[in-house]
Nanobody
Framework: QVQLVESGGGLVQPGGSLRLSCAASGRISSINAMGWYRQAPGKQREMVATITRGAGTNYADSVNGRFTISRDNAKNTLVYLQMNSLKPEDTAVYYC?????????WGRGTQVTVSS
């Protein structure tokens, strides 16, 4: 089993920044790629950014150039999402995701609200 716990969400004004963190525990040796997804009210969950163990990254077009995903490879237990130039449409619950060869694991999510 893998446990994922997100933190760092909150309320921020448009144009502001937030940094999300995801702490992994349990069978972390089975984790390769990790990622952040988000789900806004009434919408489907969507990929925001992913990062492989080799630090290869992939971003949704809507956040490319504003968000940066990174991870602590030394411990393979932490992944971050630096979010800059936030917009109201970034408002959503953000989830950490860790696929493994035997199952997909998700955190419980952290709320990000962008509003003036």
């Amino acid at each position: 089993q893998v446990q994922l716990v997100e933190s760092g969400g909150g309320l921020v004004q448009p144009g502001g920044s937030l940094r999300l963190s995801c702490a992994a525990s349990g069978r972390i040796s089975s984790i390769n790629a990790m990622g952040w997804y988000r789900q806004a009210p009434g919408k489907q969950r969507e990929m925001v950014a992913t990062i492989t163990r080799g630090a290869g990254t992939n971003y949704a077009d809507s956040v490319n150039g504003r968000f940066t995903i990174s991870r602590d490879n030394a411990k393979n237990t932490l992944v971050y999402l630096q979010m800059n130039s936030l917009k109201p449409e970034d408002t959503a619950v953000y989830y950490c995701h860790a696929p493994t060869p035997y199952s997909d694991f998700w955190g419980r999510g952290t709320q990000v609200t962008v509003s003036s």
